[in-house]
């Protein structure tokens, strides 16, 4: 452990886990084709979000996974970022106990949100985003699975 970090836990706090990273891609069947040639992994899940414009790969990569995100139309938000920035990372996602408890916190200490609302993802967990400017610079998605 670094010397002077206090880990949540020391601090009454559940220790937070990386859930998965999610990269803005033009094509996922392009971008699989790495993921599935040069280190043979295959997406556990593949599946259109109509609410939220976006069609995603999920990747298992040991405890934590990649997940592919390509925009399904012109005005989805993950189109506008490529177009903007270019294929790449796109969010951190990070695994929590307790999401309302994070985002009380969150809020307390004058974080911004993306959205007020917690959602409902893909597979059954509940999210909120943190907003880049609130997160150095790094859209960071707290996630509480099922």
């Known amino acids: 452990m670094l010397r002077g970090l206090q880990p949540p836990e020391d601090r009454g706090l559940p220790s937070p886990k990386i859930h998965h990273v999610g990269i803005a891609v033009e094509s996922i069947d392009d971008a699989l084709s790495l993921y599935e040639d ?20 999920m990747l298992p990569v040991g405890d934590s996974r990649i997940e592919l995100l390509e ?7 993950i189109t506008r970022f490529v177009e903007r920035r270019g294929p790449g990372l796109h969010h951190i996602a990070v695994r929590v106990e ?19 609302e917690i959602r409902l ?14 997160a150095g610079g ?6 509480e699975e099922p």
Do not use: M, N
């Not at 309302?100 to 993306?114: D, K, T």
């Not at 993802?121 to 609130?134: I, Q, T």
């Not at 790094?138 to 996630?143: G, N, P």
């Open 98 to 116: 307790d999401l309302e408890a994070s985002v009380e916190r969150l809020r307390a200490s004058g974080r911004r949100l993306v959205s007020d």
């Open 121 to 134: 993802g893909a597979e059954g967990y509940r999210y909120v985003f943190v907003h880049p400017s609130s």
């Open 71 to 77: 925009g399904a139309g012109a005005d989805s938000p």
């Open 38 to 57: 040069a280190l043979g992994v295959v997406p556990a899940l593949r599946t259109e979000i109509p609410a939220e414009g976006v069609i995603i790969a």
């Open 138 to 143: 790094v859209l960071l998605e707290l996630i």
